[in-house]
């Protein structure tokens, strides 16, 4: 935990050192100019600080959600100005190196214009990407089509979430605004695949409240993320059960249509150092057709043999921003977001649904609600 509390503390620092020298330096100003821009990227860089000292905690700060938002598209502008300045610094090398005559003599003003004109870039990007990572997400229909699927269950609809982070960031009006839109896809079932919740039951009962409106056929499962073990999960779980919330910790539910059955397997995070997929698929009828959710987008050749055949996970958040969503798979077995098939198994890894307010920001990968339709193959009729 330290390492990551120094990391995040020294990283708005350091690009915002990085953006100094590489954007404020070339336009030339006086030492007045450069100090007062220097000290406001500096200011605008130090999120987490400002997080700890007025909210209590650098990770899970209690501040007016707006505040959140406003501090982290300061930040996002540092960061971003900060990689687009050492692209503009490595372009002015290559041309000096080239003798372009431009490059030999400076022209003050338009390297000031080329230097507003990153800085409005840079300004655009963070506020976009915080606006992506906060706003109510999209709904993605997925149809998955299975052989052995019980006809029972031909065109079964779950609706899919996962990474909600209800949290200071992310209040009863967008867990509400989730709550409608899921309502609206009329599913058989909801399933949450962890991370409900950053914070105490204390700050954060009354928004997640609106979960108790969530409507489906079969009702509302889930599995714990690696979150939960942050927020207190001993009350948490108590407070999901009466919001009609099942949450399933190595357990199993049966769903039955006739004679046919659907097992939904809930498996707990690792963090929790309770993680059994053996457990949870004890018990299950042998001609049962096994839905397994777990936070994470991993293990899936083990789970593949207790005979899962759809695994539903989250916990990547789709990599956030494209580029880095590549380091992220790396992370996760190169799993990120969509759909794999892998050992006989069909993994779905939802994009997130909400965003962690450490880092409430999005670029190039929406925020989602899946809706999955599940579909029996086919039989090739023979000629």
Same mark, same amino acid.
């Given at each position: 935990?330290?390492?990551?509390?120094?990391?995040?503390?020294?990283?708005?620092?350091?690009?915002?050192?990085?953006?100094?020298?590489?954007?404020?330096?070339?336009?030339?100003?006086?030492?007045?100019?450069?100090?007062?821009?220097?000290?406001?990227?500096?200011?605008?860089?130090?999120?987490?600080?400002?997080?700890?000292?007025?909210?209590?905690?650098?990770?899970?700060?209690?501040?007016?959600?707006?505040?959140?938002?406003?501090?982290?598209?300061?930040?996002?502008?540092?960061?971003?100005?900060?990689?687009?300045?050492?692209?503009?610094?490595?372009?002015?090398?290559?041309?000096?190196?080239?003798?372009?005559?431009?490059?030999?003599?400076?022209?003050?003003?338009?390297?000031?214009?080329?230097?507003?004109?990153?800085?409005?870039?840079?300004?655009?990007?963070?506020?976009?990407?915080?606006?992506?990572?906060?706003?109510?997400?999209?709904?993605?229909?997925?149809?998955?089509?299975?052989?052995?699927?019980?006809? %029972?269950? +031909?065109?079964?609809? !779950?609706?899919?979430?996962?990474?909600?982070?209800?949290? $200071?960031?992310? @209040? #009863? =009006?967008?867990?509400?605004?989730?709550?409608?839109?899921?309502?609206?896809? %009329?599913? +058989?079932?909801?399933? !949450?695949?962890?991370?409900?919740?950053?914070?105490?039951? $204390?700050?954060? @009962? #009354? =928004?997640?409240?609106?979960?108790?409106?969530?409507?489906?056929?079969?009702?509302?499962?889930?599995?714990?993320?690696?979150?939960?073990?942050?927020?207190?999960?001993?009350?948490?779980?108590?407070?999901?059960?009466?919001?009609?919330?099942?949450?399933?910790?190595?357990?199993?539910?049966?769903?039955?249509?006739?004679?046919?059955?659907?097992?939904?397997?809930?498996?707990?995070?690792?963090?929790?150092?309770?993680?059994?997929?053996?457990?949870?698929?004890?018990?299950?009828?042998?001609?049962?057709?096994?839905?397994?959710?777990?936070?994470?987008?991993?293990?899936?050749?083990?789970?593949?043999?207790?005979?899962?055949?759809?695994?539903?996970?989250?916990?990547?958040?789709?990599?956030?921003?494209?580029?880095?969503?590549?380091?992220?798979?790396?992370?996760?077995?190169?799993?990120?977001?969509?759909?794999?098939?892998?050992?006989?198994?069909?993994?779905?890894?939802?994009?997130?649904?909400?965003?962690?307010?450490?880092?409430?920001?999005?670029?190039?990968?929406?925020?989602?609600?899946?809706?999955?339709?599940?579909?029996?193959?086919?039989?090739?009729?023979?000629?």
């Amino acid at each position: 935990m330290m390492f990551f509390r120094i990391f995040f503390l020294s990283m708005g620092p350091l690009c915002a050192l990085v953006a100094y020298m590489t954007v404020v330096r070339a336009l030339r100003l006086g030492r007045a100019w450069r100090w007062t821009l220097g000290g406001a990227l500096l200011l605008c860089s130090l999120k987490f600080t400002w997080f700890g000292l007025l909210g209590g905690n650098i990770f899970l700060p209690e501040l007016p959600a707006g505040v959140i938002h406003a501090l982290s598209v300061c930040n996002d502008f540092v960061l971003v100005l900060a990689g687009v300045g050492v692209v503009w610094a490595v372009v002015r090398f290559l041309l000096s190196r080239c003798r372009v005559a431009s490059a030999q003599v400076p022209d003050p003003t338009r390297r000031r214009v080329v230097a507003g004109t990153l800085a409005c870039v840079a300004a655009g990007v963070g506020a976009k990407g915080v606006y992506d990572g906060v706003r109510l997400p999209d709904v993605v229909e997925v149809t998955l089509e299975f052989p052995d699927l019980p006809s %029972a269950f +031909d065109g079964y609809r !779950i609706v899919h979430l996962s990474d909600l982070h209800i949290s $200071a960031a992310a @209040r #009863a =009006d967008r867990t509400a605004g989730v709550v409608r839109l899921v309502n609206e896809q %009329a599913p +058989d079932l909801i399933a !949450i695949t962890g991370d409900f919740v950053d914070g105490t039951a $204390a700050r954060r @009962r #009354a =928004d997640v409240a609106p979960l108790a409106d969530l409507r489906a056929k079969d009702g509302v499962v889930g599995c714990t993320g690696n979150h939960e073990y942050y927020s207190g999960w001993a009350v948490w779980r108590n407070i999901f059960h009466g919001l009609g919330v099942r949450v399933l910790e190595n357990e199993r539910l049966l769903v039955r249509r006739g004679n046919e059955t659907l097992a939904i397997l809930g498996e707990n995070d690792p963090v929790s150092h309770d993680s059994d997929i053996q457990i949870a698929a004890g018990m299950v009828p042998y001609g049962a057709f096994r839905i397994l959710l777990t936070h994470r987008p991993t293990r899936l050749a083990e789970h593949a043999a207790y005979r899962v055949r759809l695994q539903l996970s989250g916990h990547t958040h789709g990599g956030a921003v494209r580029g880095l969503d590549r380091f992220v798979a790396r992370a996760n077995e190169g799993h990120v977001r969509g759909i794999y098939r892998e050992h006989g198994l069909t993994l779905y890894v939802n994009s997130g649904t909400g965003q962690w307010a450490g880092f409430p920001t999005r670029l190039g990968v929406a925020p989602e609600i899946t809706l999955i339709t599940l579909r029996k193959t086919p039989t090739k009729e023979k000629e």
